[in-house]
């Protein structure tokens, strides 16, 4: 179960204030077509991450945050690509959002904005799906009852991934 590790991603995300917009605090690294790469170090700890945004997203008209998918890893706590995503909206209490790679489908499990896969084996199988695959669709249900749906080019997932193993020993 990956609930301790996400829990990291979420306080350190939180504390740092790591948004690729206006990322102060984490160095950003390189980009890769859609996907760009960042660094975080706070004391003897380092954190390396790829992010995008989505391509698409549905409802137009629903009003929220920036959305924000993340690959990350620690070197220091034995965690590598870790995916998390920040919705942009509280997702309602129970539900269980998914992450849909071709045919692959994968559920996830919520945390206020932030949706995470549940076990190592399932996150390991996704992300290789990703580097095989052209889009990522995570499906959600919000705080509010709105099923919504964002799209995620995966063009330059594999390079970026590559550089985080690299950048992140």
Same mark, same amino acid.
């Given at each position: 179960m990956r609930k301790t590790s996400a829990f990291v991603t979420v306080a350190l995300f939180v504390f740092a204030g790591?948004?690729?917009a206006s990322a102060q605090t984490a160095q950003f690294r390189q980009r890769f077509k859609d996907w760009s790469t960042y660094t975080f170090?706070? &004391?003897p700890g380092k954190l390396c991450f790829a992010v995008t945004q989505p391509k698409d997203f549905l409802p137009k008209? *629903?009003?929220? #945050? #920036?959305v924000y998918l993340y690959v990350s890893s620690w070197p220091g706590d034995g965690v590598t690509n870790e995916l998390s995503v920040k919705i942009g909206y509280s997702f309602k209490k129970?539900? $269980?959002? $998914?992450? $849909?790679?071709?045919?692959?489908v994968f559920q996830l499990f919520t945390d206020? #904005?932030?949706?995470f896969v549940e076990s190592v084996t399932q996150e390991?199988?996704?992300? #290789?799906?990703?580097?095989?695959?052209?889009k990522l669709v995570i499906k959600? *249900?919000?705080?509010? &009852?709105?099923q919504t749906t964002d799209v995620f080019? *995966?063009? &330059?997932?594999t390079a970026a991934l590559g550089h985080i193993k690299q950048i992140c020993k």
């Amino acid at each position: 179960m990956r609930k301790t590790s996400a829990f990291v991603t979420v306080a350190l995300f939180v504390f740092a204030g790591i948004l690729p917009a206006s990322a102060q605090t984490a160095q950003f690294r390189q980009r890769f077509k859609d996907w760009s790469t960042y660094t975080f170090s706070n &004391g003897p700890g380092k954190l390396c991450f790829a992010v995008t945004q989505p391509k698409d997203f549905l409802p137009k008209s *629903l009003k929220r #945050d #920036d959305v924000y998918l993340y690959v990350s890893s620690w070197p220091g706590d034995g965690v590598t690509n870790e995916l998390s995503v920040k919705i942009g909206y509280s997702f309602k209490k129970g539900s $269980t959002p $998914t992450a $849909t790679v071709g045919a692959d489908v994968f559920q996830l499990f919520t945390d206020g #904005d932030r949706a995470f896969v549940e076990s190592v084996t399932q996150e390991a199988r996704l992300i #290789d799906a990703m580097r095989r695959g052209a889009k990522l669709v995570i499906k959600g *249900l919000s705080a509010g &009852g709105q099923q919504t749906t964002d799209v995620f080019s *995966l063009s &330059g997932i594999t390079a970026a991934l590559g550089h985080i193993k690299q950048i992140c020993k």
